[in-house]
């Protein structure tokens, strides 16, 4: 069920709780006002809430992390996540969005492997695609459209 969802206010939400639980990292959060995008407000939480997470998680051992959450300028509009966390080699981009294909280990960063690959169909249910651009200790930005 499509609606206009709030992007913006809905980043700074999953943000505040993930600083809620972990009080003591220091995280410069960047949050574009005003992003709205039309969707299921539902699907969408649990979409950014996987990307986010993420880039919690991986900025978890980074010096002066940094988390951002913003769109593009061009057509079609791509949403993004980005961090300055441990990032990876491209050649392995392709596999991330599959399920339970994980790049670190789980004594690395804990995860099921699933939370992208949930990402990927909810974006993909709402006529969208998505693209990730990263590098090596050089963090990833994760894009994504809304059909």
């Keep these: 069920q499509r609606e206009p969802v709030d992007f913006s206010t809905l980043a700074a939400e999953i943000l505040a709780a993930s600083r809620v639980g972990d009080p ?58 980005r961090d300055n966390g441990p990032g990876f080699k491209m050649e392995h981009a392709k596999k991330l969005f599959q399920p339970f294909s994980r790049l670190h280990s789980e004594h690395e960063f804990p995860g099921s492997g699933i939370g992208l690959a949930t990402v990927h169909r909810i974006v ?23 059909g």
């Design 24 to 81: 003591d990292r220091d995280v410069e959060l960047a949050i574009a006002p005003g992003l709205v995008a039309d969707g299921d407000p539902g699907l969408l939480r649990i979409a950014l809430d996987n990307l986010l997470g993420n880039a919690w998680k991986f900025t978890a051992r980074t010096p002066r992390a940094r988390i951002e959450f913003g769109a593009t300028s061009g057509s079609p509009r791509e949403f993004f996540v």
């Design 124 to 146: 993909e249910k709402h006529g969208g695609a998505m693209r990730v651009e990263a590098g090596l200790d050089q963090g990833a930005t994760f894009y994504f459209t809304l």
